[in-house]
């Protein structure tokens, strides 16, 4: 048995020592002057990783949890809302929305792609105007960026509101909330944050308040109008995980030290080695290098090993987890995650283990041949 695991997957993530430590404080009243001060803080910082000066709001739940508030606060039943679906969780966006009785145009493109703003705009023509667009900024599933800034460019002057899911990429990706013109952002904590899951963080433009303020559906653990009301105290509505937001405000702090163009950049190095170590191996990425994620790298095993049994070597003989494929890829790919509290010697050391794996398998392939073609996307 392995002595040491070696956690890959794109969610959760490591979670930094001092983000652990943080987490260990003494626990505070949630409704103290402590917890205020800290809770504003905290709001404060995140802010800026947003890249923006609209409200923003720290929820206990889970990442899907504030995609689902972005739903509930603006969805009624039969309200038209465009789904652009590029994978999994845009899947699961335009779900979300039919739960809350909207009449949904999924809007689909092949996984492994993203959406093309042509046919956005065609249909945009054709069958708008929606009330909403939902989008997901960086498709977990696929390994897939699309492009929000021309979605939000091409809606900005409409009525429409902007949804996007940025669970996966926030804190790692260079994300304008505002130049973006989105209307609401979500992201959750045990991604690119480096903390355990539990928290998602949602940012409302003024644009969005007015029809959240007039919206008739159903809501309240998940009330926006609830969250705006006790923010005005520095206070969440309902129980707060204290202990995530010590972890959170410990989080952004290591965020905002490194600087956030430096953030970007090793996240840009890790891809870049990522896609260089599995193509060495013969192996195929399933997104192009034009959309290609900086947080996951999605990897077709076309070397004669199946996803599934390389899975099981890199568990069993070197405590390495790699994430599976979803939905319609279940069993077809490898997702390197590489985000957060990740270096580009962490990817090194997944593609070494990905090459030992290969071998171990009777692959044909040639130790050493992944990590130097990482190591020179590095160099």
């Known amino acids: 048995m392995p002595t040491k695991s070696y956690l890959y997957t794109p969610g959760p993530t490591p979670v930094p020592p001092q983000v652990t430590a943080a987490m260990n404080r003494p626990m505070i009243g949630h409704r103290s002057q402590e917890f205020a001060n800290l809770h504003g803080e905290i709001v404060e910082k995140a802010k800026t990783v947003f890249q923006t000066a609209n409200d923003l709001y720290v929820l206990t739940t889970?990442?899907?949890?504030?995609?689902?508030?972005?739903?509930?606060?603006?969805?009624?039943?039969?309200?038209?809302?465009?789904?652009?679906?590029?994978?999994?969780?845009?899947?699961?966006?335009?779900?979300?929305?039919?739960?809350?009785?909207?009449?949904?145009?999924?809007?689909?493109?092949?996984?492994g792609t993203a959406f093309d703003m042509e046919q956005v705009t065609e249909t945009w023509e054709k069958e708008g105007p929606f009330k909403l667009v939902l989008a997901t900024h960086n498709e977990t599933s696929t390994g897939v960026t699309n492009d929000i800034a021309s979605l939000g460019n091409y809606l900005k002057d409409t009525e429409a509101l902007l949804l996007v899911d940025a669970v996966s990429s926030m804190g790692a990706m260079d994300i304008r909330t505002d130049e973006w013109h989105v209307d609401i952002m979500v992201t959750g904590s045990q991604k690119a944050l480096m903390l355990?899951?539990?928290?998602?963080?949602?940012?409302?433009?003024s644009k969005a308040?007015?029809?959240?303020?007039?919206?008739?559906?159903v809501r309240f653990y998940f009330s926006l109008l609830e969250a705006r009301k006790s923010f005005a105290k520095q206070n969440t509505p309902w129980t707060p995980a204290v202990a995530l937001f010590y972890g959170l405000d410990a989080a952004l702090d290591l965020i905002?030290?490194?600087?956030?163009?430096?953030?970007f950049h090793r996240h840009t190095r890790m891809t870049a080695a990522?896609?260089?170590?599995?193509?060495?191996?013969?192996?195929?990425?399933?997104?192009?290098?034009?959309?290609?994620?900086?947080?996951?790298?999605?990897?077709?095993?076309?070397?004669?090993?199946?996803?599934?049994?390389?899975?099981?070597?890199?568990?069993?003989?070197?405590?390495?987890t790699f994430a599976g494929g979803q939905g319609q890829l279940k069993g077809k790919?490898?997702?390197?995650?590489?985000?957060?509290?990740?270096?580009?010697?962490?990817?090194?050391?997944?593609?070494?283990?990905?090459e030992m794996a290969l071998y171990k398998a009777g692959a044909a392939v040639s130790l050493g041949t992944g990590v130097q073609a990482a190591e020179q996307a590095l160099v």
């Open 256 to 263: 905002l030290t490194e600087g956030l163009s430096n953030v």
């Open 209 to 217: 308040w007015p029809i959240i303020e007039a919206n008739g559906g």
């Open 274 to 320: 990522a896609r260089a170590g599995a193509r060495a191996l013969g192996m195929e990425l399933l997104a192009d290098d034009s959309v290609a994620s900086h947080t996951v790298t999605a990897i077709i095993p076309n070397t004669g090993v199946g996803a599934n049994d390389l899975s099981g070597i890199l568990q069993k003989n070197m405590g390495v």
């Open 333 to 354: 790919l490898l997702r390197i995650g590489h985000m957060g509290y990740c270096s580009e010697l962490d990817v090194i050391l997944a593609i070494a283990a990905l």
């Open 196 to 205: 355990p899951p539990g928290l998602a963080l949602v940012s409302v433009s």
């Open 62 to 111: 889970s990442g899907t949890g504030g995609m689902e508030t972005a739903i509930a606060n603006t969805v009624a039943p039969g309200d038209r809302v465009l789904a652009l679906v590029t994978g999994n969780f845009g899947e699961r966006f335009a779900k979300i929305a039919s739960a809350y009785g909207a009449v949904v145009t999924r809007l689909e493109f092949p996984w």
